[in-house]
């Protein structure tokens, strides 16, 4: 018999689980405090073609971009392009994106309730009781309650530049640890002179970006407009369930702690979370969740640690040596930007790079990132 099961938030996240959970049976209402679903936006929008069929919508034309490679310049000392003979990512219209989701999830007998700011816990004690079940799909809001603190402010800006400064199809990584020693920025080209330039940071972020914009010389014409999040970098929270509630998406941690990404680990999560509703198997939610992306999340976690502890000439030197190895090449013309951690555990064998990236006492930090408990 369906159960009634009450969504906070009407995100990306939320949606597919409820979309997940009509499929499977359920009643399903979201209560999203905002006005419209998709706005405001917060995110850049880039994903693997993967992540998209994660989605049960219609996606041609949701795709804004399709990008082949990534340019990767370190201040004035780096500067190298990777391009695979193939698009790798797509950038997409978020806000289309998840209003078609809405649509979905209406279309299938769904109930949303948009301006209805929910109280969570008060709404999950007043549902249980129905014997209802409360999902907290609330995002990043709903995790840095809980006492999270791996978070960083992102800040982005579409720009119309005065003369075509990025090719159509290939984005720029730009790292300048004088400038911002937390995160990289990065420029996605959109159509024509458009592209959206972002970072992150725990300090003043949009000075931050200002300022790198001025270093990169992008002869800007026009602001477009200027918009940003949460952006989460500590991995997944220690539980996915208190007692009333159950977190699926940037609630509960399902973010790459590389990038911040969280369309892919997070829409996983809603797929995993409504098969273990459907099969009263709830207590291994999380376990399940983990079990896809614990080797990707321990990878990204000493990535991320290698970022934060190396200055920009060891950062120049690895990249040195790791474009000229056969491995980060392989990577780059068939990887998959979600899952690739399977291949990067050749680059063991590389010598001359382990110097540099377990050099200064790195060594104990990854060893103990390796062997921490997710
Ligand atoms: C700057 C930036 C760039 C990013 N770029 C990318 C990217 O390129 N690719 C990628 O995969 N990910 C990216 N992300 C991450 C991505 O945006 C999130 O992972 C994704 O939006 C998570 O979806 P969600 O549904 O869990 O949460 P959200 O999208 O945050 O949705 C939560 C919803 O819940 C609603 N809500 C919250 N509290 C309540 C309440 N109490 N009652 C009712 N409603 C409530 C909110 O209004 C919101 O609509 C980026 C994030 C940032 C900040």
Redesign the pocket.
């Known amino acids: 018999m369906a159960r009634e099961v009450v969504i ?7 949606l597919l689980t409820g979309i997940k959970l009509l499929e499977k049976g359920f009643e399903v209402k979201i ?4 006005k419209q ?1 998709g706005y405001p936006q ?6 693997s073609f993967k ?1 998209l069929e994660l989605y049960p919508i219609e996606g041609q034309n949701l795709i804004i971009n399709k990008l082949r490679g990534v340019r990767l310049r370190i201040s004035n000392k780096f500067l190298e392009e990777y391009v695979a003979s193939t698009p790798k990512a797509i950038v997409i219209d978020r806000i289309l994106f998840e209003k078609k989701l809405y649509w979905k999830f209406i279309d299938m007998g769904g109930e949303v309730y948009l301006e ?3 109280i ?1 816990k008060i709404l999950a004690d007043d549902v249980k009781k129905k014997n209802g079940v409360v999902i907290n ?6 995790l840095i309650k809980s006492g999270y603190k791996d978070i960083l402010t ?1 800040f ?1 800006m579409d720009i119309e530049s005065i003369d075509k400064w990025i090719k159509d199809d290939v984005t720029e990584i730009y790292v300048d640890k004088g400038l911002n020693p937390e995160y990289f920025c990065w420029i996605t080209p959109l159509a024509d002179n458009y592209m959206r330039i ?1 970072t ?1 940071s725990s300090g003043r972020v949009r000075d931050t970006l200002h300022r790198i914009n001025e270093n990169l010389g992008i002869p800007i014409n026009r602001v477009v407009r200027e918009f ?4 989460i970098t500590g991995g997944p929270r220690k539980k996915f369930m208190d007692k009333n509630m159950i977190y699926v ?3 509960a941690g399902m ?1 790459k702690i590389t990038t ?5 680990y ?1 829409g996983n999560g809603a797929i995993i979370l409504t098969d273990m509703l459907y099969n009263d198997e709830l207590t291994n939610y999380r376990s399940k969740w983990i079990e896809k992306f614990k080797r990707e999340l321990q990878i990204q976690g000493i990535l991320r640690e290698l970022f934060l502890t190396m200055d920009e000439d060891e950062i120049v030197e690895a990249m040195t040596i790791l474009s000229k190895t056969e491995v980060f090449n392989a990577l780059l013309a068939t990887g998959d930007m979600d899952y690739h951690a399977s291949d990067l555990h050749k680059l063991l064998f590389e010598k001359d790079l382990m110097k540099i990236l377990l050099g200064k006492g790195r060594f104990r930090r990854i060893i103990r990132k390796l062997f921490t408990k997710i």
Do not use: F, M, R, W
């Open positions: 906070i938030g009407g995100g990306p996240v939320g209560y999203e405090e905002d679903v917060h995110c850049t929008g880039i994903i992540t209805k700011k929910t969570p799909a609330g995002g990043a809001k709903e992102g982005q972002g992150a940003g999040g949460v952006v998406g940037d609630s973010n911040g990404g969280g369309l892919n997070g």
